[in-house]
T-cell receptor, first 112, second 116 residues
Framework: QQQVKQSPQSLIVQKGGISIINCAYE??????FPWYQQFPGKGPALLIA?????SEKKEGRFTISFNKSAKQFSLHIMDSQPGDSATYFC???????????FGTGTRLLVSP | DTAVSQTPKYLVTQMGNDKSIKCEQN?????MYWYKQDSKKFLKIMFS???????INETVPNRFSPKSPDKAHLNLHINSLELGDSAVYFC???????????????FGPGTRLTVL
């Protein structure tokens, strides 16, 4: 059972464009929603995270939008750069359990 | 300074062998994890230890046994390796001083295990 569904599987965006990756979750007990970025041959690294008490969080060019009623959250990368080319994972966890449930990943390619 | 380190980075072995992967974190974190990333890049938690105590044990074959000699180390021992064990294994750690809030998990560089 896939508790966190992520789309699209892959994404090609022109340099300077907006990259949008969407995730949907099923379990309403989830209360922490991080996004991880993974470059080839490296471990995932936290990019940005949100908790359900806010609907949006912005850090530089990266924004998470969170819709609690729809059980959806998305990552927006503004002014996408070739250096942003990586695999992005959304995730969710429960308070007190520290168990991250990951989405299936989105491979982003930003063309120069 | 490397925050979460794993050895070896690559491991190639024959079916039926026993192998270990070591993980160390120098962040002073209380909780450590093992994740498995399969060929389709799907990441799934296997185990979690908090202060040397096992707190998460997902449905993982008994051939996999984590060992935490102290809170800075979490090793993964795999017996009787099978072809399906081929994957990238990531160690991670997090602070988790406040059980009421989830904390950032910091991942190691991964160990690519290939079973022939």
């Amino acid at each position: 059972q896939q508790q966190v569904k992520q789309s699209p599987q892959s994404l090609i965006v022109q340099k300077g464009g907006i990259s949008i990756i969407n995730c949907a979750y099923e379990n309403t007990a989830f209360d922490y929603f991080p996004w991880y970025q993974q470059f080839p041959g490296k471990g995932p690294a936290l990019l940005i995270a949100i908790r359900p008490d806010v609907s949006e969080k912005k850090e530089g060019r990266f924004t998470i939008s969170f819709n609690k009623s729809a059980k959806q959250f998305s990552l927006h990368i503004m002014d996408s750069q070739p250096g942003d080319s990586a695999t992005y994972f959304c995730a969710a966890s429960f308070t007190g359990f520290q168990k991250l449930v990951f989405g299936t990943g989105t491979r982003l390619l930003v063309s120069p | 300074d490397t925050a979460v380190s794993q050895t070896p980075k690559y491991l190639v072995t024959q079916m039926g062998n026993d192998k270990s992967i070591k993980c160390e974190q120098n962040l002073g974190h209380d909780t450590m994890y093992w994740y498995k990333q399969d060929s389709k890049k799907f990441l799934k938690i296997m185990f979690s230890y908090n202060n040397k105590e096992l707190i998460i044990n997902e449905t993982v074959p008994n051939r996999f046994s984590p060992k935490s000699p102290d809170k800075a180390h979490l090793n993964l021992h795999i017996n009787s390796l099978e072809l399906g064990d081929s994957a990238v294994y990531f160690c991670a750690s997090s602070q988790n001083r406040d059980r009421a809030r989830a904390d950032t998990q910091y991942f190691g560089p991964g160990t690519r295990l290939t079973v022939l």
